[in-house]
């Protein structure tokens, strides 16, 4: 039984580039919930998808980050135009269904590093 | 507004020690949950417990035990007899009533030396 998948684990990207970073739930999981650990620091939530749908995306700044969770695939994070201060571990954590009850299991993170 | 800290960044301890992480909440909500997660240098992260509001059983799971105690906003985390291999930041979490996100604190890194 697989768990929260993400790839790449390591991305390497100059400012001005975009960077997407794919994250695909454990199976029987349909929502998915992205967070970004800067260096030195605790896990800041960012959005949460359900499948086509964004629920709750009061987490992700409004300029040049964007997230979906298409019908089919894993879910995407995608950040353009990247700059130094994006640098940090997004990770993605799936549960089987939504609400604060349910456990949020993560997956392995991306690290992401802008020069 | 919902806030978890952990006050401690770091702590060092020699093997076969006992540690204790603390963790204090704060939340308006009367119906939340809290947990604790294992981020080790590899760092992925790993689940290790979730407690609901309503049960304040401490728990023991091996090695590990949870105390929860409401009068104090606290959930604070015990390793007996520590080993190399709990070397990691700890994080608590909450999740309150009406909200999807996980609210967590800044962490405790535990260096367990042998």
């Known amino acids: ?115 | 507004a919902q806030k978890v800290t952990q006050a401690q960044t770091e702590i060092s301890v020699v093997e076969k020690e006992d540690v204790t992480l603390d963790c204090v909440y704060e939340t308006r909500d009367t119906t939340y949950y809290l947990f604790w997660y294992k981020q080790p240098p590899s760092g992925e992260l790993v689940f290790l417990i979730r407690r609901n509001s309503f049960d304040e059983q401490n728990e023991i799971s091996g090695r590990y035990s949870w105390n929860f105690q409401k009068s104090t906003s606290s959930f604070n985390f015990t390793i007996t007899a520590s080993q190399v291999v709990d070397s990691a930041v700890y994080f608590c979490a909450l999740g309150g009533y009406n909200t999807d996100k996980l609210i967590f604190g800044t962490g405790t890194r535990l260096q367990v030396f042998p």
């Open chain 1, 1 to 115: 039984n697989a768990g929260v998948m993400q790839n790449p684990r390591h991305l390497v990207r100059r400012r001005g580039q975009e960077a997407r970073l794919r994250c695909s739930p454990m199976k029987g999981h349909s929502h998915v919930y992205w967070y970004r650990q800067l260096p030195e620091e605790g896990l800041k939530f960012m959005v949460y998808l359900q499948k086509e749908n964004i629920i709750d995306e009061s987490g992700m700044p409004k300029e040049r980050f964007s997230a979906e969770f298409p019908k089919e695939g894993p879910s995407i994070l995608r950040i353009q135009q990247v700059v130094r201060g994006d640098s940090a571990a997004y990770f993605c954590a799936s549960s089987p269904l939504g609400g604060f009850q349910e456990t949020q299991y993560f997956g392995p993170g991306t690290r992401l590093l802008v020069l």
